[in-house]
């Protein structure tokens, strides 16, 4: 708590939050995998959230999406509690995730994929009069998505025939067409070829300010450069939050997660 | 790791965002020409036109394959579309065919009045239904669907009163269709009745499968985890579909109905349920095609073998799904695209 009040003033984001956790419990059985969860996440910022295997990342983003139901506790997003919307709710209030492992449409292709998330933030999900193809807007946001994630050349080819590292792009791609205002990371770049996880990266560090953006990573060099803030989760709880030079100089940090790490 | 550097190769520099997407322009043309008519689709739709003057006695067994054909093509939209296994799907193809009975015995006797009816009731009923079916995985839905049309059957066994039971019901007659054109002797009219039918509502299936809906049921089955992540209400899309699959298994029993001006509780059996299952996988899922091909294959196969041998003819059903089945994944229409696949390439090879 010191040392993130004397860091506070180093903050180069503004102080409205964008989502925001009160109190997340999360039990499985008797197992706690979130325990007394309370996180904020500032408008426009590069926040990672870090901490070992099994430390609860993954289930908490579960629980600020919706895909978990929390044993207790909020989730506010812009002010808003949507603690108890469900998933595409909270998508449609800009709230989108990213899976740690891949959950795509095997046998669609990567236009269709996109497209199918593009007409979905659109609305156009209960159309059924007009094929698909002649919603040209639409499909060309699908088009520049895929430009962007350089995923253009293979976008007539089927989900399934890509490589691992290529559909990582998908499953981004797909985030991407929600338009989030608050995007949440989960591991975007496990499973990339490491030659290919800085182009991601670059990617991602080119998002807009608008968007808010929640990274769960474990390459320390890549959370260094990418966040201005670093939240520490350890066995389902919080252990300190604050900018990346506090983080790697606290030693309850480098005991539980760093030590190996840090030198990298 | 170090392995990934050799196909990182690839030039770094971004390709700019026009060029990025006048590569994907291929893509996006094959997406806006997929819900155009394919000249094998024509070829197809004159095979029940031909049939017409190529078997003129035939006509009640292809009145049946179109019927059946259509109920088929109801299960496909909920199986091959939306991922809901049914193994009762025949409670809506009964119920409808109760309806549009009940209709003429009560002087309700126009035919497209007796479908709008079947539609509108199954249609319910199949609303009604989906918040139990939907509750599930594939195993609870299977008991579900399973056990919602045992319950019908035996209340359509004991309600003697309204539908006969098992003497069937009684009384059905319609009027000309349109006023113009009566049932004949021979089931001309009933059998081109049938397939204008199931033509109509094949195109309504076929444009609702290509568009941003028919695309999202196709999400759901795939993936139905990520579908929420997109933003996707994922329960109301599959109540809809289940819903439209059930006024279609209604519309196929009112056609029956009216077709063999008759009821019988046999509308309601097990039997075509599982039957059904087996056509649709037996065509292959998930094509609308499919399930009509498979529908005719099943039917013709079922009508010649039980002509050769009346008592073993189940035999070889079994034998031909099982070869499908192991053999031939996707079914008949699997087939038929491996097949396309196999020409394109030998097309293309000379490009
Ligand atoms: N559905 C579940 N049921 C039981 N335990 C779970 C479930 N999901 C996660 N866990 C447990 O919760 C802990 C945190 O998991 P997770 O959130 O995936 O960690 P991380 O993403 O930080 O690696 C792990 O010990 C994991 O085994
Ligand atoms: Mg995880």
Known sequence: MFFSALSASKAVFGMTVALETRGLVKKFGGFVAASDVAIRVAEGARHAL??????????????????????????????????????????????????????????MTVLESVTLAVCERRGLGWRWWRPVGAFTEALDEAGEILAMLHLSDVAHERTRNLAYGR???????????????????????????AG????????????????????????????????????????????????????????????????????? | MSLSSA??????????????????????????????????????WAVPVAAYFLFPENLVLLSQIAITALFALSLDLILGYAGIISLGHAAFFGLGAYVAGLMSVHGWGDPLAGLAGAALVTALGGLVTSFLVLRGADLTRLMVTLGVAMMLYEAANKLTAITGGVDGLQGVSFTPILGLFGFDLYGRTAYLYSVAVLFALFWLARRLVHSPFGLSLRGIRQNVVRMPAIGAPVHARLVAIYTLGAAYAGVAGALLTQTTQFVSLDVLAFNRSAELLLIVVLGGTGSLYGALLGTVVFMVAHHLLSDINPNYWQFWLGALLVVIVLFARDGVMGGVRRLNRVIARRKGGKA
């Open chain 2, 7 to 44: 196909g990182g190769t690839r030039s770094p520099s971004a390709p700019s965002s026009a060029a990025g997407i006048s590569a994907a322009a291929p893509a996006a043309r094959a997406l806006r020409g997929a819900a155009r008519w394919h000249w094998a689709e024509y070829v197809f």
């Open chain 1, 196 to 264: 290919q996880s800085r182009a991601l990266f670059e990617t991602i560090a080119r998002l807009p300010r608008e968007v808010t953006i929640l990274l769960i990573e474990h390459d320390m060099d890549l959370v260094f450069r990418f966040a201005e803030r670093i939240s520490v989760l350890v066995g389902g709880a919080l252990l300190t939050e604050d900018v990346p030079e506090v983080i790697a100089r606290d030693a309850r940090v480098r005991e539980v997660y760093l030590g190996e790490a840090a030198g990298g």
């Open chain 1, 167 to 193: 559909q990582r792009l998908i499953e981004i791609g797909l985030a991407l067409a929600a338009r989030p205002r608050v995007l949440l990371l989960d591991e975007p770049a496990a499973g990339v070829p």
């Open chain 1, 50 to 107: 870090i901490g070992p295997n099994g430390a609860g990342k993954t289930t908490l983003v579960d629980l600020l999406t919706g895909f978990l139901e929390p044993s207790a506790g909020e989730v506010i997003l812009k002010g808003e509690n949507v603690t108890h919307l469900a998933q595409h709710q909270r998508v449609r209030r800009g709230l989108v995730r990213t899976f740690q492992i891949n959950r795509l449409f095997a046998d």
